[in-house]
């Protein structure tokens, strides 16, 4: 069985969180990385500028569960409020859910891209 994990870099030039996952990704790993994050302090609020990379992850979460997602982002507006989300993806598979999160966005902005370049130009513009 997949070990997912999930490491992040914060990059104070430009400010942008990286955060880089590899394994499979369900919902309820989503949603318990970022608290994690949030207790032992690798994420910090007021961050504005996020990257999550998929790239060498699977998406799990079902078109269903979309919306828990996007109203994990909205419950936690310390961390998301204002913030811009890209999503890294490069497969059709995980292009899906991002897409679909994308509009639920209610005090964050979040888009999905499948290169590192397009992600940095469109949460720097």
Known sequence: MAVTSCKY????NDQILYKVYTGPVSFECLVSSWID???SGEVSPGIKRYVVDYTAATLEIKV???TRVARFYKENEAYFGGARIAA???????IVVPIL??????????KAFTTLDAARKWLLK
């Open 88 to 94: 890294i993806v490069t497969t059709p598979r995980n």
């Open 9 to 12: 870099h914060y990059d104070p």
């Open 101 to 110: 999160i994308e509009t639920q966005d209610d005090g964050y902005h979040s």
């Open 64 to 66: 269903s569960e979309y």
């Open 37 to 39: 994050a949030f207790q």
